[in-house]
């Protein structure tokens, strides 16, 4: 089945020790998106990709980056993870079908970051 | 961005009807309707979106008024694994590729024997 899959589901990192989060999809959906989910809060969007051309939200830390080597894999590296990092992660696509389409967003399961 | 407003909580029972409001008065001509579903430690999923009047798939119904300033979500005969936080979005695509969706706070289901 065509999916987004993200590794680890759980991830357990030290403070201030980057960290990289992996997500794959077999759907060949052109954008790609992460979000930070925190407990009890709604998914925030970090950034997003729209095939090569990465997309910053304006209020996302540097702290956080995002890389995309190609169409299936995207990544997500903290330089530098703080306490307040500690959150589910998502990895999401979607195909742009272009200008006045709207398309659903397919998510992974997520991973799980702790920050000792 | 059109910012949502939806109840904190809803409680029901096994086999009974559930709507969900939505408020969305800032809405922008461009703006979709959608609404997703997110159980516990797990990412959300797709449910339903609209632009206008009434939109029907599998597993609910969206009603959208003439004026679109809100939305509801209907859930016909809920069970137990209905229960998860339903989100309501606003959103329009971004310029140069991909769609933006900001999500609220969303209401948190319960369905109860």
């Known amino acids: 089945d065509a999916m987004v899959i993200q590794n680890p589901r759980y991830q357990v990192t030290q403070f201030g020790k980057p960290v990289t989060l992996s997500c794959s999809q077999t759907l060949n959906h052109n954008v790609m998106y992460w979000y930070q989910q925190k407990s009890s809060q709604a998914p925030k969007l970090l950034f997003h990709?729209?095939?090569?051309?990465?997309?910053n939200e304006a209020d996302t830390p540097d702290n956080f980056q995002s890389r995309r080597p190609n169409t299936s894999f995207c990544f997500l590296d903290i330089r530098s993870p703080g306490l307040g990092d500690a959150a589910m992660y998502l990895c999401?696509?979607?195909?742009?079908?272009?200008?006045?389409?709207?398309?659903?967003?397919?998510f992974g399961p997520g991973t799980r970051l702790t920050v000792l | 961005l059109a910012k949502t407003t939806q109840p904190i909580s809803m409680d029901s029972y096994e086999g009974q009807e559930v709507n969900i409001t939505c408020s969305h008065n800032?809405?922008?001509?461009?703006?979709?309707i959608t609404w997703y579903q997110q159980f516990p430690s797990q990412g959300p999923r797709f449910i339903i979106q609209?632009?206008?009047t009434k939109v029907t798939n599998e597993v609910a119904s969206l009603f959208i008024p003439a004026d679109r300033k809100s939305s509801t979500l209907s859930l016909p005969r809920v069970s137990l694994s209905d229960t998860a936080v339903y989100y309501c979005l606003v959103g329009d695509v971004f310029t140069g590729g991909g769609n933006k969706l900001t999500f609220g706070t969303g209401t948190q289901l319960k369905v109860e024997l």
């Open positions: 999401a696509t979607s195909r742009d079908a272009g200008q006045n389409s709207y398309n659903e967003q397919f």
């Open positions: 990709y729209y095939d090569k051309d990465f997309n």
């Open positions: 800032n809405i922008a001509t461009n703006d979709y």
């Open positions: 609209g632009y206008k």
